[in-house]
């Protein structure tokens, strides 16, 4: 479980490819080996921690199924690590489990931050809402509108800054995991 609240932007050293393994650099000094780590939203467990690097096991599904497939060496990843008992939870209950790959359609500069629109698959439209919580690459965001199978958020400063969504561009692919309460919700429909 995580808070969707991103520790460091960490770095792809190389990709997980044929191999299965996706190696990371990282400034995490102390990972060990089992823990959960959400890697641009994915839930990937530690395979191996050495000298700022990490590997991570990724399933050819994970591949197909999220963003993770795509990433490129050199490539900036948000990181944060599984939430522990007592901490705060400064965004909300993110699980790493992706429901989906949304794609950019717009960004927009709104006075000194930006909204960014996605487009999302449409089987997930019945747990999103506006004012509602949704994960975009492991980032607690709030939805700030919603209009047919389009997402709008808005990125204040800070997040711009201290997550890889400041350097993503129009037609860049994402990872969406919405609100687990709103799917636990619907989860009878």
């Given at each position: ?5 991103i520790?460091?932007?960490g770095?792809?050293?190389e ?5 299965g393994v996706?190696t990371l650099?990282t400034?995490f ?6 823990e959960s ?11 191996e921690?050495?000298n ?5 096991d990724v399933s050819?599904?994970?591949?197909k199924k999220?963003?993770l497939g795509?990433?490129?060496n050199?490539?900036?990843v948000n ?6 008992l007592g ?20 960004i ?5 931050g930006k909204e960014?629109?996605i487009i999302?698959p ?11 919580s949704?994960?975009i ?23 711009l800054n201290k997550?890889?969504?400041?350097k ?9 995991e ?5 799917r636990?919700?619907?989860n009878?429909?």
């Amino acid at each position: 479980m995580f808070t969707g609240i991103i520790e460091e932007i960490g770095k792809v050293k190389e990709t997980a490819g044929k191999r299965g393994v996706l190696t990371l650099e990282t400034s995490f000094s102390d990972l060990r080996a089992g823990e959960s780590v959400a890697v641009n939203g994915v839930c990937l467990t530690v395979n191996e921690s050495r000298n700022g690097l990490a590997d991570f096991d990724v399933s050819p599904e994970t591949l197909k199924k999220t963003t993770l497939g795509k990433l490129k060496n050199g490539q900036p990843v948000n990181l944060e690590r599984a939430l522990r008992l007592g901490d705060r939870i400064g965004g909300h209950l993110v699980t790493g489990h992706i429901d989906g790959k949304g794609k950019i359609s717009a960004i927009r500069k709104t006075g000194s931050g930006k909204e960014i629109t996605i487009i999302f698959p449409t089987e997930i439209k019945k747990y999103l809402a506006v004012k509602g919580s949704v994960a975009i690459d492991g980032i607690s965001l709030t939805s700030a509108g919603l209009s047919g199978n389009r997402l709008s958020v808005a990125l204040v400063p800070y997040t711009l800054n201290k997550t890889n969504l400041g350097k993503k561009r129009v037609g860049d692919e994402i990872n969406l995991e919405v609100d687990v309460i709103a799917r636990y919700l619907n989860n009878g429909e």
